[in-house]
């Protein structure tokens, strides 16, 4: 293909590309635009994350012979994604250089495209091909993952929160609409095993941690201790919970979780180890903080404000009966605690 084309088609894609606002969506178009200009025989992307025992690789997409498939974080709650090690080491490698193309023994290439978001690797595509895609066509795939890189960066500080680093509270609107479009189970997007592996009771829920007394530790330390406190809080969180789970500050001294798919029992003791790891954590200056939780199922379908409204009334509950506890919505509701809201409406709006 002519130099001039290229640039015509780098620059097309990459109108396109910017124009999304979703790292998720982001990820599965630059999947699908790999696949349409090196034709690999197959295409793997891996998002790497963090989590409190190290890296982690997560498959989102598998493109096997045109086939594409996308296994977003939430469906996986129930599935540990492996630690990045020696049975990956080629991912590792390609994460020391951006692109890095290899003969295979069977005459193929192996082609490894590392994707960057402020400085630091977020993800892989692992392309097999049966040639050498030649270097005008890679330097143009190189250009154009070094421009997605930047406007990665832009996207990161949008769907994040300055102070913490936790996703705000756009995001959230973003990820329970797309929690309520995906329903408790899109066939054509999970692998039978979890299928298989997802137990009948499991849920999404959704928990709301507010510190207590925070405007006590303010007055008293200031608002730079204040905000240490929020940092430490948010670090907490990440430690506590795994790394599918999605953590929120909505603002001031109130975040939002969104937790897998799991029982009701493994809710209260996730919510509970929070709490709990709060109170026994000695903050600097400031010492001991607590907080209260308050948390409900998500039902499918459902709007971000119901399900709010109900954690928020657990929490309220919580903070009216001595703080530092997590409280179920649905279990105040059936030990009388809490009064049954009025009938739902009959439509739901998703925001
Ligand atoms: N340091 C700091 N403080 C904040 C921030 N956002 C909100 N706040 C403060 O958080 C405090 C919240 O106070 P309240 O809503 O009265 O709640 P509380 O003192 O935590 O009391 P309870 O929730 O009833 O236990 C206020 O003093 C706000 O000024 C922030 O970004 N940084």
Redesign the pocket.
Known sequence: MPQHQYTITLLQVLSHLTRIRDLDMLELSLSAVLQEQLQPEQLTYCRLLESPTGLRVHTMVRIDKGDLRHFPLEEHSRVQAPLLGDKNHWLMASLEHNTRLTRRGDGGFQLLLALHQDQQAIGVFELQLLRSPGHDLLQVVDRMLGLVRNHLSLLRYAEHDS?TGLMNRKTFDVRFHRMMLMGHHTPMTMGPTTMQERAVSDAYWLGVV???????I??RFG?LY??E??ILLAGLMRQNFRYHDQIFRF???EFVILLGNISAEHAQQTFERLRWTVEHHPFPQVGKVTV?IGYTRIPVPSSASDVIGQADRALYYA?QHG?NQCCNYLQLLQDGKLNQPDAPRGDIELF
């Open positions: 102070l507010d510190i207590d007394h925070f405007k006590v303010n007055d608002h204040g905000d406190v929020l603002g001031g001294e209260s903070k703080r």
